[in-house]
């Protein structure tokens, strides 16, 4: 009898945009599929920004991993890899339990690989501004969203006493903003709907001294987005009183303010209640401790190094897309999403051809370079408006204002990763209308 060949195994390192799509589309039958990543879900990072407010719920942009390799006999563990043994091809996985865990101990064990595909994405990027770890509040994660959402409610709450001077009121009512990206600007964006929709009602009395500022170093806002977009949002922030400051330079957190330069080289002690950076990322720790296995190739501090197949320079058998890695790309969700679609087919696709002895070596021979095709770009930028940046011919077309909203509202519903989500978060819009926004946190 013909011996059959044993399955390969093929690890998927993280859950975000890029390892997801490959879960979601990879032929489970044709390979061991091990995923690791240290959270349990793909986050739906677009709508991040709103759950700070309360627009959206946390669980309606959180798809359970569980859900996907569960109906496709996929192994998973939550750990984080920690080391990589590229010549003997073993991982290192640790998972630190917390301390109201059934198990105290912390767990590590070695696994080994076939192939492996790195997606461990990217986190936020202080530029070695000091005090932003210290006190800066960030937005990647969903902890993070809950930690603003739980600052939120407190600065209004100690707001809200009459025993406490009137500079400290306005200091804790103050929201800034660091960062004029997609990002910063939705977020932005959401905290003025929060005002104008729900403080008023709330605390009518404290809602005129809310302030909401945004800094960037940049002189445009979205500097990605056609320029006349970018005039848009800032006129829209105009009629919004965001107090936006571009051209000025973060020098410094501290606990209670942030020193900041402005365009004219004068500095500034600006107090804020509430300090969201949103200022830039950087490829997480596993990236840089591959990079350190591969020195004669991975020469960018920033990030891995891969051709246009997706394969890691100077390793074997491993791929990398999304955040962690350096390319002329931006690092965009759709980005790491098209790398995703275009992996998994390709694996798919060698698997199938029966001349395919090495994928890793005969990928750039059997399938096309992996190229970029921008779907555009979107942004919510408050007060029901939104903007729109789409390919047209040669060219593109832009957009902004409400119907731009229900086109980004559309594009959200859509791309989210199941029908459960896309109806969870219909559902949340419908309520916030009716009965607007919460902040209840424990």
């Known amino acids: 009898m013909p011996q059959v060949e044993k399955k390969k195994t093929l690890v998927l390192l993280g859950t975000g945009w890029g390892s997801a799509t490959i879960l979601k589309n990879i032929d489970a039958r044709r390979f061991n599929v091990v995923v690791v990543s240290p959270r349990n879900y793909f986050l739906f990072t677009p709508l991040l920004p709103s759950c700070t407010v309360g627009?959206?719920?946390?669980?309606?942009?959180?798809?359970?991993?569980?859900?996907?390799?569960?109906?496709r006999n996929v192994k998973f563990y939550e750990a984080e890899c920690t080391d990589v043994d590229v010549a003997n091809?073993?991982?290192?996985?640790?998972?630190?339990?917390?301390?109201?865990?059934?198990?105290?101990t912390n767990l590590r064990t070695t696994i080994p690989y076939d192939y492996l595909v790195v997606g461990v994405g990217g986190t936020y990027n202080t530029f070695g501004t000091p005090g932003v770890e210290q006190h800066a509040c960030f937005l990647k994660e969903m902890g993070d969203a809950s930690k603003i959402k739980r600052r939120l409610k407190d600065t209004i709450e100690s707001a809200s006493f009459d025993n406490i001077s009137e500079s400290e009121r306005d200091r804790l009512l103050h929201m800034v903003v660091v960062g004029g990206g997609p990002t910063g600007v939705e977020y932005a964006g959401e905290l003025h709907d929060f005002l104008v929709d729900d403080l008023k009602k709330w605390v009518p009395q404290l809602a005129n001294r809310f302030k909401i500022t945004l800094i960037e170093s940049l002189p445009n806002v979205l500097s990605s987005f056609d320029k006349k977009l970018s005039d848009y949002t800032k006129s829209t922030f105009e009629k919004n009183h965001i107090d936006l400051r571009t051209s000025t330079m973060v020098k410094e957190v501290k606990e209670k303010s942030v020193i900041?330069?402005?365009?004219?080289?004068?500095?500034?002690?600006?107090?804020?209640?509430t300090l969201v950076w949103a200022a830039g990322i950087r490829a997480r720790q596993f990236a840089h401790t591959l990079r350190s296995k591969l020195p004669a190739d991975q020469t960018n501090h920033r990030g891995l190094l891969i051709d246009n197949h997706l394969r890691v320079l100077g390793a074997r058998d491993i791929w990398a897309l999304g955040d962690c890695t350096v390319t002329e790309n931006a690092p965009l969700a759709q980005?790491?999403?098209?790398?995703?679609?275009?992996?998994?087919?390709?694996?798919?696709?060698?698997?199938?051809?029966?001349?395919?002895?090495?994928?890793?070596?005969?990928?750039d021979t059997k399938t096309k370079p992996f190229k970029y095709s921008s779907n555009g770009s979107l942004a919510y930028i408050g007060g029901e408006k939104a903007i729109a940046e789409l390919p047209f011919l040669n060219g593109h077309i832009t957009a902004g204002g409400p119907l731009t909203s229900i086109m980004w509202k559309s594009y959200c519903l859509w791309e989210l990763f199941s029908v459960r989500s896309s109806m969870s978060v219909a559902s949340d819009w419908f309520r916030r209308a009716l009965f607007g926004r919460t902040v209840s946190v424990d």
């Open 89 to 104: 091809k073993h991982l290192v996985l640790e998972r630190t339990n917390p301390p109201e865990s059934a198990l105290q």
């Open 260 to 273: 900041i330069q402005n365009p004219d080289g004068s500095t500034q002690d600006l107090p804020y209640g």
């Open 335 to 363: 980005v790491a999403s098209q790398q995703g679609k275009w992996l998994s087919k390709s694996l798919n696709s060698m698997t199938r051809d029966a001349s395919v002895s090495d994928i890793f070596a005969q990928i």
């Open 55 to 71: 627009t959206t719920e946390n669980r309606s942009i959180m798809e359970p991993i569980r859900h996907i390799v569960g109906k």
